[in-house]
Every structure is written in structure tokens, then in C-alpha cells.
């Protein structure tokens, strides 16, 4: 079994930043491919949550349009723990921040897919 488990929300002015750390703990062999998500105000489906970043064993990353060139993701390998660098915040980022793994479990190519229990952030005008 594997558990993601967030930190580093807040409240935060616009313009400022936040950091936010997922750590995975449990049956680890690998860190696939590690994300954030986020859920806005009012949106309750999984399905709802926006991809924010995303970054895969080789250090490959994506993001959303929306984030470009103000959000940081990077991964600790040694800590089993993936990071969100969150600059120049804007209102609009308010949401609940979502970690989202797919972790494999043994070198038999098992693998767990799974999400925290998420952390608010909220930027304020």
C-alpha cells in the first residue's frame, strides 16, 4: 500500500509564492510519474481536477498553459517526494492541490495509482 500525503497550503497574497510537497511512503520501487492537480471552488468530481504539472522518472515535465513560467515541479528521488514551486500566485489559482502518483511497487512492473488527501490554497486579491 502506498500513501501520498501533501503540505504547504495556505493563505497567500497575490503575487507571492508557495511551495507545496507531496511525500509517497510505504511499498516504493520506483517513482514513475509524479503530479499536481488542482479542483477549484464548487467542482466536487474527480474528474473536474485541472492537471497543474506533472514530471516522469527521466525528469520530463508538462504543464498547464496556465502555470507556464510561474510554477516549478521536481522530485526528490532519495525522499520520495515531489514538489510544486508556486510563484507569482494569482486568485485564480485557488484550489485544492492534489498529488498524484503512479508509482511502481517491484521490479515485477507492478504498479499503484492513487492521490493524496489534498491541500487548500487559497491567494487572496
Known amino acids: 500500500q502506498v500513501h501520498l500525503v501533501e503540505s504547504g497550503g495556505g493563505l497567500v497574497q497575490a503575487g507571492g509564492s508557495r511551495r507545496l510537497s507531496c511525500v509517497a511512503s510505504?511499498?516504493?520501487?520506483?517513482?514513475?510519474?509524479m503530479g499536481w492537480y488542482r479542483q477549484a471552488p464548487g467542482r466536487r468530481e474527480v474528474a473536474e481536477r485541472e492537471?497543474?504539472?506533472?514530471?516522469?522518472?527521466?525528469?520530463?515535465?508538462t504543464y498547464a498553459d496556465s502555470v507556464k513560467g510561474r510554477f516549478t515541479i521536481s522530485r526528490d528521488n532519495a525522499k520520495n517526494t515531489v514538489y510544486l514551486q508556486m510563484n507569482s500566485l494569482k486568485p485564480e489559482d485557488t484550489a485544492v492541490y492534489y498529488c498524484n502518483a503512479l508509482i511502481g511497487l517491484s521490479d515485477d512492473g507492478s504498479t499503484w495509482y492513487g492521490w493524496g488527501q489534498g491541500t487548500q490554497v487559497t491567494v487572496s486579491s
Open positions: 510505504g511499498s516504493i520501487f520506483s517513482l514513475n510519474v
Open positions: 492537471l497543474v504539472a506533472e514530471i516522469t522518472s527521466s525528469d520530463s515535465t
